[in-house]
């Protein structure tokens, strides 16, 4: 017997549990626990929803969504580079997009399609719905880093100068939380859990 459309949704649903295993490097908030891609894109949803007010542009908050529950998808193929990784190039786009097409393309193919084309507009990050979609990526672990003294910048390393060039894409999709991400970096220097 062939497989129906919802057989094959169902054999991506359950290949998408694996994202509950790959683990980042940043930890949640005030803890030692490290934060899964799960819990991350969740977590961007949620951020996403409630601050869709700020964004520069109108956008369609549902694209957004899906954006972010889907962005991160990949990396049970390709793994999670690190940010702040100094050996492996973050943009590892050859790579996640094979994965896009094996992980998607167990799906009926009008999905495969769709999903795999949301996941290209997140990377290359050119519409209003993707701008906002990397600045919720982007602010996330900052949060997250400055609730744990410094977290990831701490433990890496990592100076002002990196973080705030790689934290910038905040402002393409929302000045408003770009200037409090901003602050909070200024913050996080005064206190000395991110090094000038």
Same mark, same amino acid.
């Given at each position: 017997?062939?497989?129906?459309?919802?057989?094959?949704?169902?054999?991506?649903?359950?290949?998408?549990?694996?994202? !509950?295993?790959?683990?980042?490097?940043?930890?949640?908030?005030?803890?030692?626990?490290?934060?899964?891609?799960?819990?991350?894109?969740?977590?961007?949803?949620?951020?996403?929803?409630?601050?869709?007010?700020?964004?520069?542009?109108?956008?369609?908050?549902?694209?957004?969504?899906?954006?972010?529950?889907?962005?991160?998808?990949?990396?049970?193929?390709?793994?999670?580079?690190?940010?702040?990784?100094?050996?492996?190039?973050?943009?590892?786009?050859?790579?996640?997009?094979?994965?896009?097409?094996?992980?998607?393309?167990?799906?009926?193919?009008?999905?495969?399609?769709?999903?795999?084309?949301?996941? !290209?507009?997140?990377?290359?990050?050119?519409?209003?719905?993707?701008?906002?979609?990397?600045?919720?990526?982007?602010?996330?672990?900052?949060?997250?880093?400055?609730?744990?003294?410094?977290?990831?910048?701490?433990?890496?390393?990592?100076?002002?100068?990196?973080?705030?060039?790689? !934290? !910038?894409?905040?402002?393409?999709?929302?000045?408003?939380?770009?200037?409090?991400?901003?602050?909070?970096?200024?913050?996080?220097?005064?206190?000395?859990?991110?090094?000038?």
């Amino acid at each position: 017997m062939p497989p129906t459309n919802l057989s094959k949704q169902i054999d991506f649903i359950k290949e998408i549990d694996k994202i !509950k295993y790959i683990q980042r490097k940043t930890k949640l908030f005030n803890s030692d626990r490290h934060e899964n891609d799960a819990e991350h894109s969740w977590h961007l949803a949620m951020m996403a929803l409630v601050l869709a007010e700020h964004s520069d542009e109108p956008i369609d908050i549902l694209k957004v969504l899906k954006m972010v529950l889907i962005h991160d998808i990949v990396e049970i193929d390709a793994g999670d580079t690190f940010i702040y990784d100094t050996q492996k190039n973050h943009t590892n786009t050859e790579q996640e997009l094979a994965a896009a097409h094996r992980i998607f393309g167990l799906l009926p193919e009008d999905q495969a399609e769709e999903f795999i084309e949301i996941w !290209k507009e997140f990377e290359d990050g050119v519409t209003d719905e993707a701008k906002f979609a990397k600045s919720m990526d982007r602010f996330e672990p900052l949060l997250q880093n400055a609730s744990n003294n410094g977290g990831t910048w701490t433990e890496f390393n990592v100076d002002y100068q990196k973080v705030y060039d790689k !934290k !910038k894409v905040i402002k393409d999709g929302s000045s408003a939380i770009w200037n409090y991400a901003e602050n909070l970096l200024n913050e996080s220097v005064e206190k000395g859990v991110l090094r000038r």
